[in-house]
T-cell receptor
């Protein structure tokens, strides 16, 4: 079946712009995770959903970061007033017993 | 100190060599251990998934977990140029159906030279 998909694959934003990153999880996976991966680093946890409920958002770096999953399937990660330090790859993973990752969205903030 | 330590390499080996990749960790609560392979500009791809201590083999890949030493390894036999990628270890106290995040190493960059 289809894997996790993410869009856009690449996003260039000017500092101060808002961006929205989309994740389509594997059908039937109730758990969904967002990670941030800086260049040369492993993924760092941002937030977790079980169905539509956001159960853990302890990894979100600031209140400029917001995630939602209103119908328990597609999720959106929104970053407001982007800063250069937000430049990274944003990975989405969905899970039954272990996590399957999407290709990521590569965000570059100029 | 990070919860998971992994030598970033880079590691370069000739085709056919046995590759050993390792991670150490500090949290004794970790029970689930994963190895992911990440090609350039792609998302991590699950290779191996093990629970608690012991060995698990899948084709050319063998994962070992030594909880007493807080040390995990991935061995790749008969390495191929297509194995060239970054290998990430990940671990968690519980399976991710409970919502536990995975803690990742920084990844080891591997190049297999034809």
């Amino acid at each position: 079946g289809a894997g996790v998909s993410q869009s856009p694959r690449y996003k260039v934003a000017k500092r101060g712009q808002d961006v929205a990153l989309r994740c389509d999880p594997i059908s039937g996976h109730v758990s969904l995770f967002w990670y941030q991966q800086a260049l040369g680093q492993g993924p760092e946890f941002l937030t977790y959903f079980q169905n539509e409920a956001q159960l853990d958002k302890s990894g979100l770096p600031s209140d400029r970061f917001f995630a939602e999953r209103p119908e328990g399937s597609v999720s959106t990660l929104k970053i407001q007033r982007t800063q250069q330090e937000d430049s990274a790859v944003y990975l989405c993973a969905s899970s039954l017993t272990t996590q399957y990752f999407g290709p990521g969205t590569r965000l570059l903030v100029l | 100190q990070k919860e998971v330590e992994q030598d970033p390499g880079p590691l370069s080996v000739p085709e056919g060599a046995i590759v050993s990749l390792n991670c150490t960790y500090s949290n004794s609560a970790f029970q689930y251990f994963m190895w992911y392979r990440q090609y350039s500009r792609k998302g991590p791809e699950l290779l191996m998934y093990t629970y608690s201590s012991g060995n698990k083999e899948d084709g050319r890949f063998t994962a070992q977990v030594d909880k007493s030493s807080k040390y995990i390894s991935l061995f790749i036999r008969d390495s191929q140029p297509s194995d060239s990628a970054t290998y990430l270890c990940a671990m968690s106290p519980f399976g991710s159906n409970t919502g536990n995040q995975f803690y990742f190493g920084t990844g080891t960059s591997l190049t297999v030279i034809p």
